[in-house]
């Protein structure tokens, strides 16, 4: 069955400093995307970054990047820089159709990031 | 486009009152979503419609849960009677198939006592 593996409850890391956060998956689709959100103390859902199956290069956007392992079935978040401001949840996420033949959006546990000065 | 709309932002009701939330979609998305995030249970996708049509309604928890899109700007999630274990927020989402992700609105916080 269609599964997003977050192991990572919390991660914290200095402030300038890269910071990985960790997503794995698991699906018998061959066409399927990957994607990250960040839900703030505010409680919004914020998409940051996308990565097809089929994309050979991995996705990048401003100081998001996605470590794309396709064979290991992992889509980990890299931020670089860290700013304050990226303390929140994040959420790594799967589109699929699973077999039922639409596309749908399932949610890994999430894990809470604390950026220190 | 002023994104994803849900209403209302916060509810409190008593436990055995009916519930209506409610979400306008983003114009031209074809896949509207509605999730609920708890603690305990993180986000769950409870029913998604395509087109209109509801799609799976697995996520579903009981019969006191229902959702209905009459048409393509406008989409109700109803429980009835609510109980305090419904206690959530509920997150209403639309898309169309490609690379931009899912958009999400602003959640409506539903207490149950």
Known sequence: AQKITQTQPGMFVQEKEAVTLDCTYDTSDQSYGLFWYKQPSSGEMIFLIYQGSYDEQNATEGRYSLNFQ????????????????????????????????YNKLIFGAGTRLAVHP | DA???????????????????????????????????????????????????????SGMPEDRFSAKMPNASFSTLKIQPSEPRDSAVYFCASSLYGRDGYTFGSGTRLTVV
């Open chain 1, 70 to 101: 396709k064979a290991r079935k992992s889509a980990n978040l890299v931020i670089s820089a860290s700013q304050l401001g990226d303390s929140a949840m994040y959420f790594c996420a799967m589109r699929g159709s699973f077999g039922g033949g």
């Open chain 2, 3 to 57: 994104g994803v709309i849900q209403s209302p932002r916060h509810e409190v009701t008593e436990m055995g009152q009916e519930v209506t939330l409610r979400c306008k979609p983003i114009s031209g998305h074809d896949y509207l979503f509605w999730y609920r995030q708890t603690m305990m249970r993180g986000l769950e996708l409870l029913i998604y419609f395509n087109n209109n049509v509801p799609i799976d309604d």
